[in-house]
């Protein structure tokens, strides 16, 4: 028996190519796009039906998510209890998702019940009436939340920081009490009809998939489902950004402040996303970041404190943000300032850089467990129009990025006085 060498640390490897699975695709007479990622195993299949969200229309700005989160509040057959009970006795869970750029319902089901399953999506997805009892039901909760969320300063930072990068868009929507009073039975029905149509519906499958579901979700979704509204308008409008860069909504008592420092940014499509996102974890997109470093560990400023990137269809955003002590929220941002311009002149360590390096392939690693990771990344470069030789592109960057290359990107992208910053409470 060979006896392990405890003394020697196992030898690192990069990740040299990432094999990703790639869907089966079929388009479904209606128009409607099928994905289907297949896997041995349990017979349990994850089903998104996924729809570009319409237009924002600034009279109405909360149709898009209003009309999402009513899909499972009844049809004209079945109320929302009859619909939870008919996906529960089957032990499948169907729930509904919103983002910016797309809305979708996915449903978990074993392989054998779908049979009775699907036809329960395909109801709400067809046949969703927005009951006037739910809605007001709907409305009434969503103001009180909203009530309690606006009392929050890291809620309201975040919503005066999306309206200043995006204005009044899909991106910078910023909902009122007022807003959710527009919502009418008729308005959101119109809308229901306009999107959930199958020319505007991706539907990707993951789990165990032979001939016979196929033909189950084509027979269902695909012979008397038909578009009858015009093609869903999914543009959107120009985004226009605030022309003030400071934002400060002063709260006497606050014993914290909420602070959102950053910018409207590239997205994926864009050839430096890979390369930032290596800068972005420099300095704050992880625990071991130089932001946490400094004004948790080492101020005691905050408990958490980070950076991000989001890639949207339209455009993306680069943030900071952190809720610290009201009487160092100067002190604080001060400090953001300094690692930011430390990152444009001094070149970052091999030891950091090579340590950021092996978290983020471990991380790319670690986020393809499964067969549902496999199609989570399919997504990001279906509706991002990228193809797989992306995530080759990212991984070799990742691996070979030099510390001149990150502080050049420093240099190109980190202007502090150009970002907006954003406090709430005292400063």
Not at 81 to 108: E, H
Not at 143 to 158: G, T
Not at 241 to 264: H, N, V, W
Request: negative net charge; contains cysteine; hydrophobic residues 40%.
């Amino acid at each position: 028996m060979t006896q392990l060498d405890r003394k020697t640390a196992p030898a690192f490897n990069g990740v040299d190519n990432i094999k990703l699975i790639k869907p089966q695709h079929k388009q479904l007479d209606n128009g409607c796009n099928l994905y289907t990622f297949n896997a041995e195993g349990q017979e349990l299949v994850r089903i998104e039906f996924i729809f570009s969200n319409l237009r924002f229309n600034p009279a109405n700005p909360l149709l898009n998510v209003a009309v999402n989160s009513m899909l499972t509040d009844g049809t004209t057959t079945l109320t929302a209890a009859q619909i939870a009970d008919k996906v529960d006795y089957y032990g499948a869970f169907l729930q509904v998702d919103y983002n910016y750029d797309q809305s979708q319902a996915t449903l978990y089901s074993l392989t054998k019940h779908l049979q009775h399953t699907l036809p329960v999506v395909k109801e709400i997805l067809t046949d969703s009436i927005f009951p006037e009892k739910e809605l007001n039901t709907y409305v009434r909760n969503q103001q009180q939340k909203l009530q309690v969320s606006l009392q929050k300063n890291d809620f309201v930072a975040r919503r005066l920081f999306n309206e200043a990068l995006f204005g009044k868009t899909i991106y910078g929507l910023g909902a009122t009490p007022d807003d959710f009073n527009a919502l009418t039975q008729d308005s959101m029905q119109q809308h229901f009809s306009a999107m959930y149509q199958p020319a505007n519906c991706t539907i990707i499958v993951a789990g165990q998939i032979d001939n016979v579901l196929v033909q189950q979700l084509t027979n269902t979704f695909e012979g008397s489902w038909r578009a009858n509204q015009p093609e869903a308008d999914t543009s959107q409008p120009e985004i226009e950004t605030a022309a003030g860069r400071f934002i400060y909504q002063e709260k006497a008592d606050a014993l914290q402040s909420a602070i959102r420092i950053g910018m409207p940014f590239i997205n994926r499509k864009h050839p430096d996303f890979a390369a930032f996102q290596v800068l972005n974890t420099v300095l704050g997109g992880y625990f071991g970041s130089r932001l946490m470093a400094n004004i948790r560990e080492d101020k005691g400023y905050t408990y958490g404190i980070g950076s991000g990137m989001g890639s949207f269809k339209q455009t993306g955003t680069f943030f900071i943000a952190s809720e610290v002590g009201a009487d160092v929220c100067k002190s604080a941002v001060a400090e953001i300032e300094k690692e930011i311009n430390l990152l444009k002149t001094e070149l970052v360590g091999d030891d950091e850089l090579s340590l950021v390096r092996n978290f983020m392939q471990g991380a790319l690693l670690g986020s393809l467990e499964n067969i549902f990771s496999h199609a989570d990344k399919f997504k990001n470069l279906y509706f991002s129009g990228l193809d797989y030789d992306y995530y080759d592109k990212y991984a070799d960057v990742v691996k070979n990025i030099t510390a001149e290359e990150v502080k050049a990107l420093a240099n190109k992208y980190l202007d502090f006085e150009n970002f907006y910053k954003v406090v709430v409470g005292k400063y």
